[in-house]
């Protein structure tokens, strides 16, 4: 019930949350019969958030750890939205691990039904952009319930969920489908020998995995190669031709660099350390002076001059009214739910679900107390739904300029300092040529 009822408010939630978000193979979700979503599990709530509320039609259920249901109002509301808890040995020891079987019991009457049941394969939740170790429960699970039931035509489908930031609001989300995987094939094998079939469907599902997600080998590499990311992405996509707003061309761009690191680091180990120090001290000066790396591009040298500023602001101070009129309708949740995530919020696997969860609730009570509002004081409920009305749109607005406004301000910063600090700017710029021309040799 819980679930049916929040499921459309969420769609809108995750739209606002989300700069962008696209799905690529989502008619691999459609496939009949029962299945299970192997994903991989970055982000916390946030992972079966947005696969429950974009990418599935009817309603998905999921595995979750069983030492979040807490016996009470917590239970029930868990149980409304479809979660199933699964118990790990450090949830209760041996004797939480006998509470799988009716969790096994219940999955298996669902699948029997034809449901959809996602399960986080890496079995732990990690903000890192790799796949981590397959746990040998889910092939165990999995055959088991083959082997108990009737469930010849189970089907597993991997998932690939993608953050470009995953705690950040207004980041981007894609979440790469693959091939569907038809259990059968393997049951033969599974009754002759059950250990060594649930290895080898591990060793087919990893690099299936792989494949959908951006994979990086060393996590000492995911600092120098999102500054890679950022300093090659306009001219990869201007090469390329591809589209920013299209996010499977950015995952493909993404690997691109992941692969010349992933190599280079088991090659030239020594290069991708020094390219490292050298994007580390480039990015620190930036930040250091409040600036972006496109405004050091030559690319983009030809927005950066006075008539474009001037042009921009103009544009600013055009719209200034409505901007001021969108911060009125949504500063206060949008600071409320900031204060409160960093102070309840430790684990940062968590924060982004947490955030959009509380904020998502924070602008209900809002906009719904703007409305009460303006009900009792004006003429008829009518101007206090104009007055709802015009405030979602100008949040939305203010919200969407908010980067043209930031790039605005920056190009300003980089024309002074390009006035007062002409040094500091060619210094950057032969900096950010040295770790091009160190990266090519790399390829």
Known sequence: MLWHILKYYMCFVIAAF????????????????????????????????????????????????????????????????????????????????????????????????????????????????????????????????????????????????????????????????????????????????????????????TPRMKELIVHINHPRSEEVISHLEEIYRFDYYKHKKYSLSNLEHDFNFSNHIVEIINKAEEAQPEKVKELHHKTTHYFSVLKKHNLKDWLISPHKQHLINYGVFILRLLFLIATLPIYLRGLIASYLPYKLTDIITKKKVKIVEFKASFNMGIGAVLFLLYYNLQFFVVKAIAPNAWWALLFLVVSVLTSMFCLKISPFRKKTWGILRILKLKSAQPDLIKMLEHQRKEIIDLFEELK
């Open 18 to 205: 989300f700069k962008r978000s696209q799905i690529k193979n989502a008619h691999h979700f459609k496939v009949k019969g029962p299945v299970i979503l192997a994903v991989n599990h970055p982000n916390g709530f946030m992972d079966p958030i947005v696969l429950s509320t974009l990418g599935y039609r009817p309603r998905l259920r999921y595995l979750a750890r069983g030492d979040a249901f807490k016996k009470g109002l917590v239970t029930a509301m868990l149980e409304s939205l479809g979660i199933i808890p699964i118990y790990r040995i450090q949830d209760g020891g041996k004797e939480g691990l006998k509470k799988n079987d009716a969790t096994y019991e219940r999955v298996n009457t669902l699948l029997n039904k034809n449901k959809k049941i996602m399960i986080f394969a890496e079995g732990l939740c990690i903000q890192e952009r790799r796949l981590r170790p397959l746990k040998k429960g889910v092939p165990r699970m999995i055959m088991g319930i083959m082997e108990s039931g009737k469930l010849d035509d189970l089907i597993v489908v991997p998932v690939g969920i993608n953050y470009t930031d995953p705690s950040q609001f207004q980041g981007t989300l894609f979440c790469n489908v693959g091939k569907p995987i038809k259990m059968i094939d393997y049951m033969a094998a599974y009754k002759e020998s059950p250990a060594k079939t649930m290895n080898q469907f591990l060793a087919d599902l």
